[in-house]
């Protein structure tokens, strides 16, 4: 596949580009003020083309921002059916419009597949906060004593381990396993929390997600103060205290579902901001209360550098075989776990 030069393609905001773009607009109304769309749609108009010249498919994580969520996303979701999604399908080209680990998560799945990552230095602190050398140690400390690690992990690091999991199945994953104790890395809150769940024995790794760190129980303590009818639905990365505060916990595309199954009329999301506007733009009746903590990395994907990766088929994510091929063996251990059934 040959790469295209950037100029080949008009980036102006015209009639005919406000017509095409006119439906997703009409869908980010609600979160997107009228005047922000003329710079967003010449991009949005752009990539859509090309996804289709290139044969590829944009895989969106449920933080990227609403005009990527909504404008060139193929399929959205949670890192579980990132994962699941990227092993299905029959494109040529997987943008991952999401962090590093997710995008390697996707070429492990299906390596036959051009992975490309709009912005390789799209990290994640919990990804960062071990090695494989790291997992070989606590190996040695707990021997015999299986290793669940969550999929925001390098493959490194994934190779180590004998299964992986994510927040939406990792309740699941570690019960699989039959055995009383387990070591689960690297998140130490959703460690905690899958040891509130379950009879397993937990040992935790002490890595934290940067964002969810930073929500404190005073804080939502003082939002319920201001609303009497506040739902709070939280994500297993927060500390403790938050999820003990919460009214629910769960993945992202757990959380995404409560609210659309239940319908709150007012709604506090403990989690990265974008999520709140990517739902509140098709739930008119819902009113999403927003404290505010942004992903940098996922943040540093935007509509310019997928436009870019598209045109010319890099950054590529690339992994060698044998890493990937016991990487690959922990992504497939936790695919085979069946999920419960959610309330
Ligand atoms: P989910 O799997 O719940 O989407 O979480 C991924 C993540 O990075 C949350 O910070
Ligand atoms: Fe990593 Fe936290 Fe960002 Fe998710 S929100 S990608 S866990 S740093």
């Known amino acids: 596949m040959d790469a295209i030069t950037p100029t080949a393609l008009r980036l102006e ?10 439906p997703v607009y009409e869908r980010l109304k609600r979160v997107m003020p009228a005047v922000e769309w003329p710079f967003h749609a010449p991009l949005v108009h752009a990539i859509n083309q090309l996804k289709k010249e290139r044969d590829a498919v944009v895989l969106a994580h449920n933080y990227q921002t609403p005009e990527i969520f909504h404008g060139v996303a193929d399929i959205v979701g949670d890192s579980l059916a990132l994962a699941k999604q990227a092993e299905k399908t029959d494109a040529k080209v997987i943008v991952l419009a999401g962090v590093h680990f997710m995008a390697e998560t996707a070429k492990l799945m299906n390596p036959g597949k051009i992975v490309l990552i709009p912005d390789t230095a799209a990290g994640c602190s919990l990804a960062e906060s071990i090695t494989a050398e790291d997992v070989r140690l606590l190996r040695q400390t707990y021997p015999g004593v299986p290793v669940v690690a969550y999929v925001n992990t390098s493959a490194e690091v994934k190779a180590e381990v004998d299964i992986c ?27 905690k929390h899958v040891a509130s769940q379950t009879s397993v024995e937990v040992i935790a790794w002490k890595g934290h997600c940067e964002v969810h760190e930073r929500f404190t129980g005073d804080e939502i303590r003082e939002f319920r ?50 999520m709140s506007d990517n739902i509140a733009a098709s739930l008119p009746d819902v009113e999403f209360v927003r404290p505010c903590n942004l992903c940098p990395h996922m943040k540093r994907i935007t509509l310019s550098n997928i436009l870019e990766s598209l ?15 016991r ?15 959610r309330a």
Do not use: W
Request: net charge negative; aromatic share 4%.
């Open 327 to 341: 990487a690959r063996r922990s992504v497939e251990r936790m695919l085979a776990v069946q999920p419960k059934p």
């Open 225 to 274: 103060g201001r609303f009497d009818d506040l739902v709070v639905i939280a994500h297993p990365e927060c500390p403790p205290d938050v999820l003990e505060a919460a009214d629910f916990v769960g993945s992202t595309a757990h959380m995404i579902q409560m609210v659309e199954k239940r319908r709150p009329p007012r709604v506090l999301m403990v989690t990265e901001c974008s």
């Open 311 to 325: 045109q010319t088929l890099e950054p590529r994510v690339e992994i060698p075989s044998e890493l990937a091929e």
């Open 13 to 22: 905001y015209t009639p005919e580009i406000a017509a095409a773009t006119a």
């Open 165 to 191: 999991c994510t927040s939406g199945n990792a309740v699941e994953v570690v019960e699989s396993l039959g055995v009383p104790r387990v070591i689960m890395l690297p998140d130490e809150y959703l460690a």
